[in-house]
């Protein structure tokens, strides 16, 4: 019989669920989350790899965070997109790495 770590050989793949991170495949993984992600959506690779966008606005002579009822259509849209990668990435967790980073706000978090 297969070792537990060798097994992620056999798994048949899908276009519509990302890869299970498993803690013994992480090189794998990552390859295959990261084809997962672009042919999903290439923004949400943007947003994984350089973080989330944040509208800002001016008020006086610096910048602060925008306020929901504030945004426009188009700041919604971007916004949308760090959701699709948290989304993403919760989806190829099991519960036990679910349960630590479930409270993260941004894809990028650490």
Request: charged share 25%.
């Amino acid at each position: 019989m297969a070792s537990t770590s060798s097994n992620y050989l056999y798994e048949s793949q899908s276009i519509t669920k990302p890869p299970l991170f498993n803690w013994d495949n992480y090189p794998y993984w990552k390859n295959q989350m990261m084809f997962f992600i672009k042919s999903n959506d290439y923004k949400v690779l943007d947003v994984v790899e350089d973080g989330h966008f944040i509208p800002m606005k001016r008020e006086g002579d610096r910048l602060i965070p925008n306020v929901k009822v504030e945004m426009t259509e188009e700041e919604r849209k971007i916004i949308q997109v760090n959701d699709k990668a948290l989304h993403m990435l919760f989806c190829a967790l099991g519960s036990d790495m679910y349960s630590k980073i479930s409270s993260y706000t941004s894809a990028k978090e650490e």
